[in-house]
């Protein structure tokens, strides 16, 4: 079920936040993919003194020789409010940096990103859209934004962003399916060491629930891993995901059935072993994650796809 209640998008926020905080270097290459170099980055807390109000963390960088901030806002849906609050953020964090800056020290400029994870399917959004503060014969005043709808994107629109972190919103991908979540997974198991590919395989388990497509992903991607790496896992010790422990078991069934599916159609694909309809159906309605096992075995010696269905004499 996708995530409609505020406890929901709650598990959601939360994870998004946790995993930026540990892996700042992947949301800055996520968010600046065509910069050459990133250094100098730390999370800046932001406290606006007239007001005494606590902002969210900036990730203050240095990006080809630029110093900047950035400000990423992890959003379910577009409101017609959100222009106007992102507008007081940016102001208040842009004065909060200037009223903290050393005499000399150069201030840096924020740029806000809205990513957003649900929303409308038909028209794609823009890159930007604008808040405006001031009469249009004065000209433009106000807030230019970036717009990131991840959830628009391919698998390997994300992929082409270069970084890890990224590739989370690949459950939320256009064309996510269980065989592409697999070759997500073990492209970051390969790229990532063990503790920084648990955090993000099990953050890309939990946006797989706010998929309003219901696609049931979650599932593969939780097959995938192992049941200890899950349960000693941050994300799932503070219970951020809602109800994970209810229905494991037969999730965790489900999602191996599709994982040994996902593997043995790859696997007929990139051998070029073609499938008739009715062969087709057979992988497709085959419930028994053994039997899928048994014929991922052929499939990997076999000369003809039918070879799959028959028992040796």
């Known amino acids: 079920m996708p995530p409609d209640t505020a406890t929901d998008a709650e598990s959601v926020d939360l994870t998004l936040r946790h995993v930026t905080q540990r892996f700042p270097e992947d949301l800055a290459r996520a968010l600046l993919p065509h910069a050459h170099t990133l250094d100098e980055l730390a999370w800046h807390d932001t406290q606006f003194a007239a007001r005494e109000r606590r902002l969210d963390k900036l990730l203050r960088l240095r990006a080809d020789g630029e110093v900047r901030a950035e400000h990423a806002e992890w959003q379910m849906r577009w409101t017609q409010k959100l222009p106007l609050r992102i507008f ?7 004065v909060a940096l200037h009223q903290a800056a050393k005499p000399g020290e150069t201030v840096p400029k924020v740029r806000s990103t ?3 994870l649900q929303g409308r399917r038909e028209r794609p959004w823009p890159s930007h859209k604008r808040f405006r503060t001031a009469p249009r014969e004065e000209g433009f005043s106000g807030l230019r934004l970036c717009v990131e709808p991840v959830y628009q994107r391919t698998v390997q629109e994300l992929a082409d962003r270069r970084s890890p972190f990224w590739m989370i919103f690949a459950s939320l991908a256009v064309d ?16 990532t060491h063990d503790e920084r590919f648990g955090e993000l395989a099990i953050a890309m388990a939990v946006l797989a ?3 309003l497509r219901a696609r049931g992903l979650r599932a593969p991607i939780e097959a995938f891993l192992p049941g200890e790496l899950i349960m000693r896992n941050f994300i799932y010790d503070r219970g951020i995901t809602a109800g994970l422990e209810q229905g494991r078991v037969e ?6 059935v599709e994982v040994a599916r996902a593997m043995l159609l790859e696997t007929l694909r990139a051998r070029g072993l073609r499938l008739g309809t009715t062969q087709r159906a057979l992988i497709e309605q085959q419930s028994q994650e053994e039997v899928l096992h048994r014929w991922f075995r052929r499939a990997l010696m076999a000369e003809r796809a039918a070879q799959l269905f028959v028992d040796p004499v």
């Open 251 to 256: 999730g965790r069934v489900e999602g191996r």
């Open 176 to 191: 996510a399916t269980a065989g592409s979540m697999i070759d997500v997974l073990r492209t970051l198991r390969a790229a």
């Open 114 to 116: 809205v990513v957003l």
């Open 88 to 94: 007081e953020y940016h102001a208040m964090a842009t």
């Open 209 to 211: 629930d706010a998929d």
